[in-house]
């Protein structure tokens, strides 16, 4: 419950935790920020960050992802996973604001304490609504970081909603505790009664009680994170062919590498380029099969400067498809941005659709050697772009082989590998 009074100063505890609650945002906002003009300035503090972070083996875990997010989900429950972040998003965020406008304009009518619309379900809905964004956020990018800031930012909700409610009950007394005992606190009380150890509202926990709720928070979201990565890489569409792993963007890709990849591999300028490569301990080569003009490959390899998204200056279109449209950039390719073969005069053999761009990547892994394709996903592991070859996806036609820098479209900042 929120009351319905003048804005007074936080205190500096308050103040805090708002302000981690703001960068928990920031960070988890890093998918928007990344293909917007302002990547290189965010970059400038951020990245400096992931990498220290990536070079320790202890801590490298945080810059990883959990979730696929350059293939296109192979599985039903993952393809369920990334709508659900879209829709928690979305409902999240008008909830919140839905809130926010009751709480102001009872301010501005000087009048008593929030009781109605979902206030009357829940105490605190607009930290319930923010949770649900959250949690949609650290599904549409799912770095490991981004969850633990996530389960810190559910620990600061509860301690600025206790602090809350012992504000209200020392003002609006025993009618806030009448009020209190008909909701929840962040869900309806039909829900929270299911909850283990909660708490009457003007109960405070004490410091033992704070450290095991933040350990509980941390233990069930990370963990969820390592269950779903290690569900993911069950699940990406590999395959190994001619001693090279395999992994296709879209559906089908994998399959008809089957048949052209052999020929491909034997092209002088692709096979000198592998050669060095050839029986290295350890090491594994990887190869991205993703459509010529697939919207996200700057992630995988620096391929050009029109795949480095933040200099495409469609930033609003681009978040707006990816958060109502889950798959449209893994699908839809360039094309899907203005520029149909139609238009351009192609024919259907000189289509985009007619290609595929092979990234090869060497894999490597300081702490043990790579035994198996899904070896190429372990977190330990480092994936470095070497070269992309363009073939016609038909008659296996080599028509591009072009060396690439070791880095992704955006240098030296880690990027999902699936």
Request: charged share 15%.
């Amino acid at each position: 419950m929120t009351p319905h009074r003048p804005l007074d100063i936080a205190s500096g505890p308050r103040l805090a935790a708002r302000s981690a609650i703001l960068l928990a945002f920031i960070v988890a906002f890093e998918i928007v920020i990344m293909i917007s003009p302002f990547a290189l300035f965010f970059y400038a503090v951020f990245n400096p960050v992931l990498l220290a972070l990536d070079h320790v083996a202890a801590t490298r875990w945080l810059t990883a992802f959990f979730l696929p997010h350059m293939i296109v989900p192979p599985d039903v429950l993952l393809i369920a996973i990334r709508v659900a972040g879209s829709v928690l998003f979305v409902l999240g965020m008008a909830a919140f604001l839905g809130c926010a406008m009751q709480v102001y304009v009872g301010r501005l009518w000087r009048t008593s304490a929030a009781m109605k619309g979902m206030y009357a379900v829940v105490r605190h809905p607009q930290y319930a609504s923010l949770g649900a964004a959250g949690i949609g956020l650290a599904i549409m990018w799912p770095r490991f970081l981004t969850l633990v800031l996530l389960a810190v930012m559910f620990f600061l909700y509860y301690l600025l909603a206790k602090d809350e409610e012992r504000r209200m009950l020392a003002r609006y007394g025993d009618d806030y505790r009448a009020y209190a005992n008909r909701t929840g606190m962040f869900l309806p009380r039909s829900l929270e009664r299911l909850v283990p150890g909660r708490r009457s509202a003007g109960e405070q926990p004490g410091a033992g009680g704070l450290v095991a709720i933040l350990a509980l928070l941390l233990i069930v979201t990370v963990g969820a994170g390592f269950g779903l990565r290690a569900y993911t890489v069950d699940h990406l569409p590999l395959a190994s062919i001619d001693g090279v792993d395999v992994i296709g963007i879209t559906a089908g890709d994998v399959e008809a590498m089957q048949a052209i990849l052999p020929s491909v591999l034997r092209a002088p300028e692709v096979s000198r380029r592998l050669a060095g490569d050839a029986g290295r301990e350890g090491q594994r080569i990887l190869a991205y099969v993703i459509p010529i003009d697939y919207t996200m490959q700057g992630m995988i390899a620096d391929t050009g400067e029109e795949w480095r998204l933040f200099e495409q200056h469609k930033t609003i279109g681009m978040i707006t498809e990816y958060v109502l449209h889950p798959f449209a950039h893994l699908t839809d390719g360039h094309a899907h941005h203005g520029t149909g073969m139609h238009a351009a005069g192609m024919s259907m053999h000189d289509s985009p659709a007619m290609k595929r761009r092979i990234i090869f990547v060497d894999v490597s892994s300081a702490s043990r050697p790579s035994m198996s394709s899904r070896d190429d996903f372990g977190i330990d592991t480092r994936r470095t772009p070497r070269f992309f070859v363009d073939v016609h996806l038909h008659t296996g036609e080599v028509l591009t082989v072009k060396d690439i820098p070791s880095g992704s479209g955006w240098g030296t900042v880690p990027t999902p590998v699936f």
